[in-house]
């Protein structure tokens, strides 16, 4: 299996969609991105990470990524890997213990952006989702 690694890009709000958000992730050269469309909770999740929040460091995810030594650490990745019913599929690995878990994909992004932790997609996925980023 061939697959992708993608990165934040931005997030922009979607007008009149009372607080959804749609996440721009972009591959390696940056020809190419995977639009996510966020919930509420989650856009308001990435915001107050973005505005730098104080007392940040005490939020849960931060909590558990400090906990688990997710930051910058090789020992977990998510990968995207299929839609099924127009949803992504998504888990996340952790390479010490080989435990998949499934994952919402904006849950997903999320946690790739807090943790840095390595997000992939499928290649052929990446293809027939993705768009041209400029």
Do not use: W
């Not at 995810?61 to 930051?71: A, D, I, S």
């Not at 849950?107 to 041209?132: C, F, G, N, R, W």
């Amino acid at each position: 299996m061939n697959r992708v690694q993608l990165f934040y890009k931005d997030i922009a709000d979607i007008v009149g969609s009372d607080g959804f958000c749609i996440v721009r992730l972009v591959e390696k050269t940056e020809q190419q991105a995977l639009c996510i469309i966020c919930d509420k909770m989650v856009s308001a999740q990435f915001s107050i990470r973005l505005k730098h929040a104080p007392g940040i460091e005490q939020f849960l995810p931060e909590v558990l990524v400090g906990m688990l030594n997710m930051k910058n650490s090789n020992d977990f990745e998510i990968m995207v890997y299929d839609i099924e019913n127009g949803m992504y599929k998504v888990t996340l690995l952790n390479k010490l213990s080989f435990m998949l878990k499934p994952i919402r994909i904006s849950d997903a992004v999320l946690l790739h952006y807090i943790a840095h932790v390595p997000l992939y997609i499928e290649e052929e996925l990446m293809q027939k989702q993705s768009t041209p980023y400029v």
